[in-house]
């Protein structure tokens, strides 16, 4: 349960936003989720023309995702711009360690701030969450320490709003996106330790465009030494389930060794978790 009331939601919106203001101008590292979107959204309130969103096109982001972000972007009316360079020049990311987030959030953050002293834009912010500040304190989300280092701002962590309290003020505010799954990237779903490669990042991107075109919501298919692990949502278990000989087949066309369906279900950071091969 949300923190934060919703009669504070109006007010936070408009503390937010004159908060943004004040900035002058600011770029938002923009994923088309519905924290970032909603950062843009009310960033595009605050300043206008002086906001500029960006989306960056690595080889971790699956294809659907940067067609969700344009399309937010037109929906918000906000100028986008995508970003392109390689998460796999980098050695220290190829190798998975378990401080991969602060290796990708760093090459994506320094992307951001390079394009915003070049556009003259006084910020960079993202859409951090009060949420996501749980595990901080014990190093759990090195991806954040990445982020501050970088000196970027969060407006809604700022703010304190956590999870539930950015999907209502994006609902309220009329975004499509208030109520769509999370989602991480691509190499989120291969174990630490295992090396990242674009054929492993392209074998779970189409494997889990098969199980999202036939209708399931939240998706997760982990790569674990050459075989796929299947994660949906809890409600949608038993749906896979009588659908799974029908599935399977078209999961190993794409040559994994194996694959199997977690009765588990989704769980966050289920590559990494202790039971999960």
């Not at 038993?238 to 009765?263: I, S, T, Y």
Request: hydrophobic share 40%; aromatic share 4%.
């Amino acid at each position: 349960m949300s923190r934060v009331l919703h009669q504070d939601l109006g007010r936070l919106a408009a503390e937010i936003e004159g908060g943004l203001s004040d900035f002058g101008s600011a770029l938002v590292a923009f994923s088309g989720g519905v924290d970032s979107g909603l950062v843009a959204a009310l960033a595009r309130r605050a300043l206008g023309d002086r906001v500029l969103a960006v989306t960056a096109a690595a080889e971790t982001l699956a294809g659907r995702e940067l067609d969700h972000a344009r399309a937010l972007a037109r929906e918000i009316g906000i100028e986008h711009h995508i970003v392109t360079y390689s998460e796999l020049e980098d050695p220290e990311f190829t190798r998975n360690p378990k401080h991969r987030c602060y290796v990708c959030q760093g090459l994506r953050m320094s992307t951001m701030r390079g394009l915003a002293d070049e556009r003259g834009l006084a910020v960079v912010c993202d859409g951090t969450n009060a949420s996501d500040l749980d595990g901080a304190a014990t190093g759990d989300r090195p991806g954040l320490r990445a982020i501050r280092e970088q000196g970027i701002r969060s407006p809604l962590a700022e703010h304190g709003l956590d999870k539930a309290a950015t999907r209502s003020l994006a609902r309220r505010l009329g975004l499509s996106v208030w109520d769509r799954p999370a989602n991480a990237c691509l190499s989120s779903r291969i174990p630490h330790g295992e090396l990242v490669t674009l054929g492993k990042l392209r074998r779970i991107e189409a494997a889990e465009e098969i199980l999202l075109q036939l209708g399931f919501q939240l998706v997760r298919v982990r790569s674990e030494l050459g075989a796929a692990r299947v994660e949906v949502g809890p409600d949608e278990i038993d749906r896979l389930r009588r659908q799974w000989r029908a599935v399977e087949p078209r999961l190993l066309a794409l040559d994994f060794e194996r694959a199997v369906l977690d009765e588990r279900g989704y769980r966050s950071g289920g590559a990494n978790r202790p039971g999960a091969a």
